[in-house]
């Protein structure tokens, strides 16, 4: 289906705000977003308009019951100047799966890959091309019914912001494996990027950080024993030369990034296990001198060197960052393909493109 995007333009950009030396993560908003609602059991009014605040009613019911789902992107410019979008096919796929999840509706992927193309297209300049930096993308959905009690909604909204963001780490990690908190169970939603899921590890995050760690690494909820992710990352270890992953068991996020480094990874002629990753048999690989690298993978986060890890009262120190050579050559690999300093054998990044837009 061809979906056709009504554009209404800024009269003034705020791009002359923006300290682009300087950028932090999440705290500028480009001059324009994204919008759709769902009523009537079809996406409609598919619009890109002026950011600016939305007006809800306060029975809206996402605001009530927390059904609301979302997603994070990044694009970034080559040299030549074009816009560059990695793997949203992906991040696409895994936005129906949370919908289903949560009881929502999908989203064509025509609708989701217009809506990215014309909305990078038209706040291109917004793209930062200072090192480590990029255009992050948040298509995000809610529930919509105005009404106070608990049934299946039919009414949402599909909102897409975009902020120009720098690393959302500025140094190694420091986790906290969880002993008290569950983030999932099975046949709960930490498949799902379900808004829920992150409000829920506020409180543990914010204990995490006054003992102070800067995250959360999840456990299972049954005897706290085996590694999950963390907040906002998938989690790596790799004993003895060998990477392992935790397993997609259901409760942990299917992370782009996660399956990006397991090809890069595999590429290398490395073996990449994914498995359950038993805390209590790291802990014997760390004493033994066998733990030799630990870090996370996000869209966010890229890849990000874990230099603590707190476990039961112990805490493993991991080897300096300039002598993990894997995960080095993975970040280099993996930022290089996204802002095409690197060739991409893989066919993950796309040019934007603006092909159907009306303009208003
Ligand atoms: C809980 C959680 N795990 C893992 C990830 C990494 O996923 P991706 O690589 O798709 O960004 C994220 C970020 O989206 C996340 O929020």
Known sequence: MDYTIEITRAKNSRIGEVDFDNLQFGKFYSDHMFLAEYANGQWQNARIIPFGDLQLSPASSFMHYGQAIFEGMKAFKDENGNALLFRTDQNHKRWNISAKRMGMPEIPFDLFNAALNELVSLDKNWIPTQD???????????????HVGIRPTENFTFCIITSPAGRYYSKPVRV???????????????????????????????????????????????????????????????????VKTPALVGTILDGVT???????????????????????????????????????TGTAASVAPISHIGYKGTVMELPAVESREISIRLKKDLEGIKTGNVVDKFNWVTKVQSPLSALV
Do not use: H
Not at 135 to 141: E, G, N, Q
Not at 262 to 288: C, F, H, M, P
């Open 132 to 146: 480590g930096c990029s255009l992050y993308l948040r298509p995000f959905m809610f529930a919509t019914d105005v």
């Open 176 to 242: 906290l494996a969880a002993d008290k908190y569950v983030r999932a169970f099975p046949g709960g939603t930490g498949y799902a990027k379900a808004s829920g899921n992150y409000g829920a590890s506020m409180l543990p995050l914010k204990e995490a950080i006054e003992k102070g760690y800067d995250q959360v690494l999840w456990m299972d909820g049954f005897e706290f024993r085996y590694a999950e992710e963390i907040g906002s990352m998938n989690v790596f270890f790799i004993v003895d030369g060998v």
């Open 258 to 296: 996660r399956d990006s480094c397991i090809q890069l990874l595999r590429s290398y002629g490395l073996t990449v296990e994914e498995t359950r990753v038993d805390l209590n048999e790291l802990l014997k690989a760390y004493r033994e001198g066998k733990l030799q690298d630990a870090f996370g």
